[in-house]
C-alpha cells in the first residue's frame, strides 16, 4: 500500500537516513521513536508536507514522491489536533468539503454522517475553544476522515489526551482500521503499539532498526535503544560462556546468571522485564533458574503500582502490585531475595 | 496588586513624569485654546479641505499599499528566503530615515526627471503637489508599521494550522484566504490603523513632495510660520481631535473585526 523506498532527508540537526518501510493495505503501523527522532518529519513527508532530499514515497504502486499535496488523499491528524479556531466544528469538517464541487445538502449529509460516527454530532455549532482535548481529538479525525483518506497518519494521538480518554480513543482507532482504514501511528509510547499495532517499527538515529509484530519486537528487541522502548529496565553487561550443558553469562558484579541456550558470541548485554522477576522476603526453596540476596534500596510508586530498587551486586528494578508489596512486608534496608527463570533473559549478542 | 514598597514608588514617580512629559503641551494647548477659535477654525473652509485631503489620502495610501503589504509581510513571517535580513532591513529604513530627507529621495523618484515621474507624464499626471506624490509621501514613511504588525501577526498563527488546511486539499491561496488571513486579521488592522495614523501626521516628507494641497501639518505649519502660535494652535488642537476620534474608531473596528472572525460563517 504504502512503500518508502531509501527516505534521506536532511532536517536541522539531524537526517532521516534510508528509511524503507512497507505498510500494507488495512495495516495499523505503529512508528516509536523518541521526541524528536523525525517521526512527525516522516508524516510529514509521506502526506506531501516536505519533499525528501532523495528517495521514494510510492502509494498503491505508484511513485506520488513529487505528487501535489491536494492530490495524495492523506490524512494527516496533528499532535495539537490544528483545529481552526475561527471556525465551528461544523466548519472545520466541512472545510475539505467546500474545495469540492459539493452542493449545501451534500456537505451537511456528510458532515451530520461522520459527525455521528464520532460522537461528536452535539457538538457542530460550537466553537473549539471551549472543547476539551478528547472532544478535539474527535473533531480532528472527523475533519480528516470527511475526506475518505486512503491512508491515515497519526502523529502521537495520545500525546493531549487525559489518561481516561485514551481507551476510547483506541476504541475509534481499532474500530477505523477494522473497517479496512490503513493507519500510520507515530509515539514514543511503546503501549500504544502493545494495544493497536499489527505492526511496529523503531525509529532511532533516523533510520528504522526494527519492525515486526509488537511481540515479537518488545520480546526480542535488537538493541538496547528498543529494549528501553519495550520497557526494560535491567541491563547487565555480561561475558557469556558453558559449563558443560548449561549456558552462564558473567556480570562484572560477580553475578553469574543462568540463561537459555544459544549461539553467542563472546560478550554483550543480558536484559530482564522488571515483571519477570520475583521478591521475596525470606530465602526460596531451590530450584529457581536465577536466585540472588540483595537489600532493597529503594520502594518508589510506578504505573504498575510499586518499584523496588534492589541491590544484589547490581541494582534489579522489579514492579510490584501495591498489594504483592504489602504482603511482602518489606521496606528499604530489608534483605529480600529475587529469582527469575532462565527464559526470562534477553540476550543481545555483541557490544551494543 | 501593587505593593508600596520603595522600588515601586520610584516605578510610579518615573512612569508618572514620562506620562506627564506626553500629557502637559497637548493639555496646555488645550487650555490656551478658546471655544470660540475652536468654532471658527472648524468653520474655517480651508482647514476643512486641508482635513478632509490629510485623511482621505492617508486612507487610500494605506489601503493600496496594504494590497502588496500584505503578502509581503506573509512572506516574511513564513518563508526562508536569501536575503532576508536584508529585505527586513530595508522595510524597516523609512523608520530610521530623516523624514525630509525621504521627502528629497521620494521627490526624486516622482518628479518629471525621476522614473515614475516620467511614467505619469506620459499619462497627463503630474505627481508633485498632488494628492498621488502625497499618498507615495505618506507610504514611504508609514509602510514599516503595516508590514511589521501583519509579519507579527502571521508569525503567531501556528503554520500546523496552514499544513492541515494543505492536507485537507486546500490550494494555498484558499489557505491562505480562510487560515493565514483570518487569524491574522487582527495584527493586520492595527498594523493599518498605524500605517495610516503615521501617513496622517507626517509633515516632513509631504512638506518638500507637495506644499500644495496642503495637507492639515503642513497647515498648521504655515499658520505658525505665517501668523504665529496663537493662529496655529486651534488647527492643531482640532488635528489631535480628529486624528484621536479616527484612531480610536478604527480600533474599535479592528476589535470588532476580531469577533467577527469567530462568528459561525467565518469560513463560508
Redesign the interface.
Known sequence: MLKLKKINKKLGHFTLTNVNAEIHEGEYYVLLGRSGSGKSQLL?LI???KTPDSGEIWINNKNVTRQK??DRR???V?Q?Y?I?????V??NI???L???KLGKKEINQRVSQVAEEMNIAHLL?R?TQTLSGGELQRVALA??LV?SPRLLLLDEPMASVDASLKDDIKRTLRQLNRKGLTIVHVTHDYREAISLASRVGVLHNGQIVQEGPPKEVFRKPINKFVARYAGIRNFFRVKFHREGNACKAHCKGNLIFNIIDGSFSEEGLLLLKSDEITIHDSAPEQGHDNCFRGIVREINPSEYGMEVTVDAGEPFYIDLPVNDLKMLKIKESSVVWITFPKEAGIVLPGTG | MFKRNSFNWILMILSSLVLLFILAPLAGMFLHTGGTELLETVGDKEVQRSFWLTLWVSFAATFIFAIGAVPLAWLLARKNFPLKNVVQGIIDLPVVLPHTAAGIAILGFISRDGFLGKAADTLGLTLVNNPAGIALAMAFVSLPFLINSARDGFAAVPERLEKAALTLGAGRSRVFFTISLPLAWRSIVTGFVMMFARGMSEFGAVVIVAYHPMIAPVLIYERFNSFGLKYARPASVLFIIVALGVFILLRLVSLRKKETNLSPDAEA
Open positions: 510529514e502526506a506531501g508536507l499535496i491536494q492523506i490524512g494527516l496533528f495539537d490544528a481552526f479556531p475561527n471556525m465551528t461544523f466548519g466541512a472545510y475539505s467546500h474545495s469540492g455549532d466553537f475533519r480528516t475526506t
